[in-house]
């Protein structure tokens, strides 16, 4: 049976095609991903590999199919799944801005070596970071993104796939930019400002047990 799962595994197995012209280590480069179950950890971490991105925004849910604010006895699995998965994001020598999820647990994270050390930073929803002159506003629910009432340049968020409403914006056909990182792995480049999105693995929707009819995470 085993021998039979992981072949089924195989024929899921994520190969993102990055074209070569997209990794230009000269640029800076941005990295926005969210609601990540730890089946495709290994997957995110060779897709940076490749990239070698100098920063990336994680926006909540580091351990997507274990819902911790439902599952409080499922922390020491979160905790380790998650020290492995920041571990090896951290080898990358990038730095690492997290939007806590529904399904995290804040205190777990403020608690890892990582964040202690300066390696891990946490936003509050709805705040914002500067990174090559551009204001990106984080947070993991979109109407979080509205919270502090800031403009910003980019609105990065997760936890589902809602798309914000007509006017939430103003008419500049370049700015401000909204990207959801639950529909894509979002890479932008600076100082030439463009955004690349690679689609996620094969059956990571199942993986985060998203269920499309109710539209939760």
Not at 14 to 34: A, G, N, P, R
Not at 113 to 130: C, D, F, M, V
Not at 151 to 162: A, E, I, K, P, V
């Amino acid at each position: 049976m085993k021998k039979l799962f992981d072949k089924v595994k195989q024929l899921f197995k994520f190969e993102q095609v990055v074209q070569e012209e997209l990794i230009d280590t000269s640029k800076i480069q941005i990295l926005h991903i969210s609601d990540t179950p730890s089946e495709i950890h290994g997957d995110i971490i060779r897709l940076a590999e490749r990239i070698k991105p100098d920063h990336i925004i994680h926006t909540g849910d580091l351990v997507d199919e274990l819902k911790i604010g439902e599952q409080e006895q499922q922390t020491y699995r979160y905790l380790r799944l998650l020290t492995d998965f920041v571990g090896k994001l951290k080898e990358l020598d990038t730095e690492l801005w997290v939007v806590p999820g529904n399904h995290d647990c804040i205190n777990t994270i403020t608690n890892l070596s990582y964040y202690q050390n300066g390696e891990i930073k946490i936003i509050s929803p709805g705040n914002s970071l500067t990174i090559a002159g551009s204001e990106f506003i984080c947070a993991h629910y979109l109407e979080d993104l509205f919270l502090n009432d800031r403009q910003g340049d980019y609105y990065l968020y997760g936890h589902n796939y809602d798309l914000p409403q007509t006017g939430c914006f103003t008419s500049d056909t370049k700015k401000p930019v909204i990207l959801n990182g639950v529909e894509a792995i979002n890479l932008m480049q600076f100082p030439d400002e463009t955004v690349n999105r690679f689609s996620y693995p094969r059956g990571t929707d199942h993986y985060r047990k998203y269920n499309k009819s109710m539209r939760l995470l």
